[in-house]
């Protein structure tokens, strides 16, 4: 079965530096999403990524964070300058054209120190 | 009005036994309805969902009921086994922006 691929499953960061969070969709899909959970907490969205723009973000997504597809496969989730709330679980999500099936990585365990 | 409030925040139900999970959203505007089953260290993974349309769908031991003039929505999981044990989650979502707004999920043990 397809599957949406994050990458690394952990990663710590010091507090101020930048961050990259990797993801491959599935790759016939073309809606792409960015969600965290905070340890505990109910899943939150944060950034939904559509024929190479952002289509909707949320508050969360303040000028901190930034998205790209480099290369028509990856998806990128950049936050410029980590704070100590950052530390959650992000998960990356696709979906086909069309479809409202989305498909969740495993997620990238976040910690900022 | 994007909430989606769930409960239990926890249930415990003994195998065999039909555990029962509740959400009630206020957008009307809303369509779609899942279900997200999730494990420790993993993502959410679809379980069920659910189109106003109809009011009840039923795949295997799991069953979505759903209300629409009461804006409530419920999964049912009969013969609750221990695999079942895990967090659950109910989201919506309107034809706008696909974007899921998820209840606060639901801590389920079933015990042996």
């Known amino acids: 079965e397809p599957e949406v691929t994050q990458t690394p499953s952990h990663q710590v960061t010091q507090m101020g530096q930048e961050v990259i969070l990797r993801c491959v969709p599935i790759?016939?899909?073309?809606?792409f999403y960015w969600y965290r959970q905070i340890l505990g907490q109910k899943v939150e969205f944060l950034v939904s990524?559509?024929?190479?723009?952002?289509?909707?973000k949320s508050e969360i997504f303040d000028d901190q964070f930034s998205v790209e597809r480099p290369d028509g496969s990856n998806f990128t989730l950049k936050i410029r300058s980590t704070k100590l709330e950052d530390s959650a679980m992000y998960f990356c999500?696709?979906?086909?054209?069309?479809?409202?099936?989305?498909?969740f990585g495993s997620g990238t365990r976040l910690t900022v120190v | 009005q994007q909430q989606v409030k769930q409960s239990p925040q926890s249930l415990i139900v003994q195998k065999g036994g039909i555990s029962i999970i509740n959400c009630a959203y206020e957008?009307?505007?809303?369509?779609?309805f899942p279900w997200y089953q999730q494990f420790p260290g993993k993502g959410p993974a679809l379980l069920i969902a659910?189109?106003?349309?109809?009011s009840e769908k039923k795949e295997g031991r799991f069953t979505i009921s759903f209300n629409k003039s009461a804006k409530q929505f419920s999964l049912h999981i009969m013969d609750s086994q221990p695999g079942d044990s895990a967090t659950y989650f109910c989201?919506?979502?309107?034809?706008?922006?696909?974007?899921?707004?998820f209840g606060g999920g639901t801590r389920l043990m079933v015990k042996p």
């Open positions: 999500a696709s979906i086909p054209e069309g479809g409202y099936g989305y498909t």
């Open positions: 790759s016939n899909h073309l809606y």
């Open positions: 990524f559509y024929n190479n723009e952002i289509s909707e």
């Open positions: 957008n009307t505007a809303f369509d779609y």
């Open positions: 659910i189109r106003p349309d109809v």
């Open positions: 989201a919506a979502a309107d034809n706008a922006g696909n974007m899921l707004t």
